[in-house]
């Protein structure tokens, strides 16, 4: 179920140009496209932009790099290609057919669309890294010659490297094969460090009838390394998958994600910390005991454990409450949850927490003992 949000925004003579790229868009090169007289030069990169933000499918198309110019009133189009003929492209579909039939293999019948979703998230992370230098190249402005994969479903799924634009892509592909409406969103991230600005793209993902934001990119946190005695990112090795952006209101979104056009996510029930049991309010025997029951699944089938909990109100007070040095509650959980585990436990005095002021988001590391 591949979506086209963007194709319906369109006027009648658009949608009609937009139906002749996508019938052309496997020619490789070898002809130009002729558009007619019917648009404009600014009606054309309309269709064009509309184009390549719904057709992931067309993954051998190249964003942003056709030649297009006007001959009077008449439009020509020549796209550019990551393949060089028809055979390489061809090969290539083979691949992504196979790729995408090994993630749909995770899924299980009896999933609904929200585990659906949770689960080719999970894996599109652990098959792909993010490519910095494909980020610092488009954030300095220089040409992406050679990159251009990243920016793909290609490079995300295939290859297993990509930018922001990739991941999106790729989650396109994998949530319209699994039958669930996904579309890709543009608009700028903002850096929580250093307030800098910067072309991003994410998704909107439709959950039993209702929207939300889904940024795999964001959710790919990569790996953290110890040093000085501080967790520092690595960005190679194993993943470390977050659930910050998944299934994210508007509001929420808004927070380090602007200029988006989409404006409609408004409900938090299929919110990852909402339907996972993840959100601490008190910190009463309730939510603890889930507290508990969480740390004990996740010291079992994680190498190295990372816990995210959300508390809407009141984070401060909440994450003082869990780590206080002499009395916290997350080292008595961390012990509860030892008594319960089979292989090595957790360093029941020691592990590392920190808090998001404005998200609400509290990140658990915990430590294990060292094996003997």
Request: charged share 25%.
């Amino acid at each position: 179920m591949w979506t086209k949000p963007y194709y319906e925004g369109l006027n009648d003579e658009q949608k009609e140009a937009y139906r002749e790229i996508y019938q052309l868009s496997d020619r490789l090169g070898t002809e130009t496209i002729s558009l007619g007289n019917r648009l404009s030069a600014g009606e054309v990169r309309e269709v064009l932009e509309a184009y390549y933000k719904d057709t992931p499918e067309h993954f051998w198309i190249v964003e942003g790099m056709e030649t297009f110019w006007m001959e009077g009133d008449n439009a020509f189009l020549e796209l550019r290609y990551l393949f060089a003929d028809e055979a390489s492209r061809s090969r290539a579909v083979d691949q992504m057919e196979a790729v995408l039939d090994r993630a749909l293999a995770s899924l299980r019948s009896n999933m609904d669309d929200f585990t659906k979703e949770l689960t080719l998230h999970d894996w599109l992370i652990e098959q792909c890294v993010y490519d910095r230098e494909a980020y610092e190249t488009v954030l300095e402005e220089r040409p992406i010659q050679g990159m251009e994969a990243s920016f793909s479903a290609w490079g995300a799924l295939v290859e297993g490297k990509a930018a922001c634009a990739g991941y999106a892509r790729a989650m396109q592909l994998l949530l319209g094969a699994a039958g669930i409406p996904c579309s890709y969103l543009s608009g700028t991230g903002i850096d929580p460090d250093t307030g800098r600005s910067f072309t991003h793209a994410w998704n909107v993902v439709t959950i039993e009838g209702k929207s939300y934001h889904l940024d795999s990119t964001w959710n790919d946190q990569g790996t953290w390394l110890v040093q000085d005695g501080q967790y520092r990112f690595s960005g190679e090795g194993e993943h470390y998958i977050s659930h910050r952006y998944f299934n994210q209101t508007d509001r929420q979104m808004a927070l380090d994600h602007q200029d988006f056009a989409f404006q409609g996510c408004n409900s938090t029930d299929a919110n990852y910390f909402v339907r996972q049991g993840l959100v601490v309010s008190r910190l009463d025997e309730a939510e603890q005991a889930a507290l508990v029951e969480r740390l004990t699944r996740i010291g079992m089938e994680q190498e190295q454990p990372l816990l995210e909990l959300w508390a809407p109100k009141e984070v401060q007070t909440l994450f003082d409450k869990l780590v206080h040095p002499e009395d916290g509650m997350l080292y008595q959980c961390l012990k509860a949850a030892n008594q319960q585990m089979r292989k090595k436990v957790f360093q029941e005095g020691q592990a590392v927490a920190w808090y998001q002021e404005e998200s609400g988001i509290i990140t658990i590391r915990a430590l294990y003992e060292e094996e003997e």
